[in-house]
């Protein structure tokens, strides 16, 4: 069965400070690894990633992905309280639909 | 630049209600989806549309049913609401994302919270 985890579940961390959150698959015709960012709402999309150690960065967020040991990290640096929110992990699979397999999410909450 | 649109923001029913989720988009996509989202769940697919006139099942489609008349409108009905859909209601749009070559990540609306009693 398909499946995506992250870890972890939720975080409290200091503004200013680095935070590494995980996510791990097992899926069937993995095609790419999706991040995105859910602030009270809808997820914005954050990153794409479908090769093996080509980071991706945008800002204080950077995000790579291991093709070998099916995992993926998102790091944010120096962090702000803006970017308290929830962090989606997901996978797309090659199928009829191009499904897209969520992981529960990590909570992050940055305190001043 | 409206996106993607969903009404009802919020909705509370009684055990055995119907009602109708409608979800609109301007971006002329082709493909949209129906997800719910529950504490510790993520995202799961209920149903979802590859083009105007058709529909196909996703994870969870048990006790919900959809309709794609109109490119721009991804219908979500609930014929007889139980507790257990009790949930926070997205709605998806994409490009086409079978072509080689092309691919757009998923556009999200702000979600409906209902709640079944």
């Known amino acids: 069965e398909d499946k995506v985890v992250q870890s972890p579940l939720s975080l409290v961390v200091h503004e200013g400070d680095t935070v590494t959150l995980n996510c791990s698959y097992e899926?069937?015709?993995?095609?790419?690894l999706l991040w995105y960012k859910q602030e009270k709402k809808a997820p914005t999309f954050l990153f794409m990633l479908?090769?093996?150690?080509i980071e991706k960065k945008s800002g204080r967020l950077s995000s790579i992905l291991d093709k070998k040991e099916l995992f993926s990290i998102l790091n944010i640096t120096a962090t702000q309280t803006g970017d308290s929110a929830v962090y989606l992990c997901?996978?797309?699979?090659?199928?009829?639909?191009?499904?897209?397999?969520f992981g529960p999410g990590t909570s992050l909450s940055v305190i001043p | 630049n409206a996106g993607v649109t969903q009404t009802p923001k919020f909705r509370v029913l009684k055990t055995g209600q119907s009602m109708t989720l409608l979800c609109a988009q301007d971006?002329?996509?082709?493909?949209m989806y129906w997800y719910r989202q529950d504490p510790g769940m993520g995202l799961r697919l209920i149903h979802y549309?590859?083009?105007?006139?058709?529909?196909a099942k996703g994870e969870v489609p048990d006790g919900y049913n959809v309709s794609r008349l109109k490119k721009q409108n991804f219908l979500l009905g609930l014929e007889s609401a139980a507790p257990s859909q009790t949930s926070v209601y997205f709605c998806?749009?994409?490009?086409?994302?079978?072509?080689?070559?092309?691919?757009?990540?998923?556009?999200f609306g702000n979600g409906t919270r209902l709640t079944v009693t």
């Open positions: 998806a749009s994409s490009l086409f994302r079978d072509r080689v070559g092309i691919w757009s990540p998923l556009h």
């Open positions: 899926v069937t015709n993995f095609r790419s």
């Open positions: 479908t090769s093996s150690g």
């Open positions: 997901a996978v797309e699979a090659r199928t009829s639909y191009d499904k897209v397999i």
């Open positions: 971006m002329n996509h082709e493909y």
């Open positions: 549309s590859v083009g105007e006139g058709t529909t």
